[in-house]
């Protein structure tokens, strides 16, 4: 019987300019421009390492399918936290009140939606921490360094809004996601 070597998959990451990274025990620090951030990246399946401006991360065990999508969404998970301290991440929302007009701002660290479909009551929700939230006329700009909190907060904004019932093509109040970090969401 002939024993098969074993593959070693080994992908390397490089180090965005301005951002310095530092690994202690299987929690990898960002630091740039924006801000810092950090993830905890562990798995007894992988490796990782930084050396020479590049972040390596081997795969030193069996290579299934599932080892490799791991490898790969460390990876995905990598490049967003350099991309948030380095760039930011924003998320841009569009207020659209066709009958009723809504009153929207930002106080006491909580996002407030007054006059939505004509409610007594105003609608709010708490601003995440380490994320900012601006109002420029029709627009809600989120901002933040961790891509997760931002477009958690993202959808918070959006989901005060949603009526459960009521066809949006019709009735078109609300606040809703048009730009997610750069890609334009377009709504039928």
Same mark, same amino acid.
């Given at each position: 019987?002939?024993?098969?070597?074993?593959?070693?998959?080994?992908?390397?990451?490089?180090? *965005?300019? @301005? =951002?310095?990274?530092?690994?202690? &025990?299987?929690?990898?620090? #960002?630091?740039?421009?924006?801000?810092?951030?950090?993830?905890?990246?562990?798995?007894?399946?992988? +490796?990782?390492?930084?050396?020479?401006?590049?972040?390596?991360?081997?795969? *030193?065990?069996?290579? &299934?399918? &599932?080892?490799?999508?791991?490898?790969?969404? #460390?990876? +995905?998970? $990598?490049?967003?936290?350099?991309?948030? =301290?380095?760039?930011?991440?924003?998320?841009?929302?569009?207020?659209? +009140?066709?009958? #009723?007009?809504?009153?929207?701002?930002?106080?006491?660290?909580?996002? =407030?939606?007054?006059?939505?479909?004509?409610?007594?009551?105003?609608?709010?929700?708490? $601003?995440?921490?380490? =994320?900012?939230?601006?109002?420029?006329?029709?627009?809600?700009?989120?901002? @933040?360094? !961790?891509?997760?909190?931002? &477009?958690?907060?993202?959808?918070?904004?959006?989901?005060?809004?949603?009526?459960? @019932?009521? !066809?949006?093509?019709?009735?078109?109040?609300?606040?809703? *996601?048009?730009?997610?970090?750069?890609?334009?969401?377009?709504? !039928?």
């Amino acid at each position: 019987m002939v024993k098969e070597k074993k593959k070693i998959l080994e992908i390397e990451t490089e180090i *965005i300019e @301005g =951002v310095e990274v530092k690994l202690e &025990s299987d929690i990898l620090n #960002f630091k740039g421009q924006k801000g810092e951030n950090n993830r905890k990246l562990s798995n007894p399946c992988l +490796s990782i390492a930084v050396k020479d401006g590049k972040i390596i991360l081997k795969l *030193i065990k069996k290579q &299934s399918k &599932s080892e490799v999508k791991i490898l790969k969404t #460390f990876v +995905s998970h $990598i490049k967003n936290l350099m991309k948030g =301290v380095s760039e930011g991440h924003t998320y841009k929302l569009k207020i659209c +009140s066709g009958h #009723f007009p809504m009153n929207v701002t930002t106080s006491n660290n909580e996002f =407030v939606v007054k006059n939505f479909i004509g409610e007594k009551i105003p609608r709010t929700v708490p $601003i995440t921490q380490d =994320v900012t939230v601006k109002i420029e006329g029709t627009e809600v700009i989120v901002e @933040g360094v !961790d891509k997760e909190k931002t &477009s958690q907060m993202a959808a918070r904004i959006e989901e005060m809004t949603k009526r459960p @019932g009521f !066809d949006t093509r019709i009735f078109q109040d609300g606040i809703y *996601i048009i730009n997610k970090d750069g890609k334009e969401i377009k709504h !039928d």
